[in-house]
């Protein structure tokens, strides 16, 4: 079982930034970022596989950047050129490292691990 806690959520200006970090109690080997606005359904916005690479959503692609700092087992997402329409509860989840080969939501829905999430607000 893997402990998930998100930090660095908060209000910021359209056009501004900011980083999210995710802290694991120990390793963890393929992560995503999730989002969820009011009404909508979760979405993931980034993803870090067990091998390194890294994919995003189109929605944030160019503009946010997720990277692990192993050594610290933290997950970071920095978000630049904010809009409005990014305004959502981000959550960072983990697989176990058997499932790290098939990444779909459903897996980290049935099989993740996440944390509690964190509020980020883009005002206009």
């Known amino acids: 079982q893997v402990q998930l806690v998100e930090s660095g959520g908060g209000s910021v200006q359209a056009g501004g930034s900011l980083r999210l970090s995710c802290a694991a109690s120990g390793y963890t080997y393929c992560m995503r970022w999730f989002r969820q606005a009011t009404g909508k359904e979760r979405e993931g916005v980034a993803t870090l596989t067990s091998s390194g690479y890294t994919i995003y959503a189109d929605s944030v692609r160019g503009r946010f950047t997720i990277s ?47 944390g509690q999430g964190t509020q980020v607000t883009v005002s206009s």
């Open 68 to 114: 692990k700092d192993n050594a610290k087992n933290t997950l970071y997402l920095q978000m630049n050129s904010l809009k409005p329409e990014d305004t959502a509860i981000y959550y960072c989840a983990a697989l176990p490292r058997e499932r790290c080969s098939v990444m779909t939501v459903d897996s980290f829905l049935r099989f993740g691990y996440w």
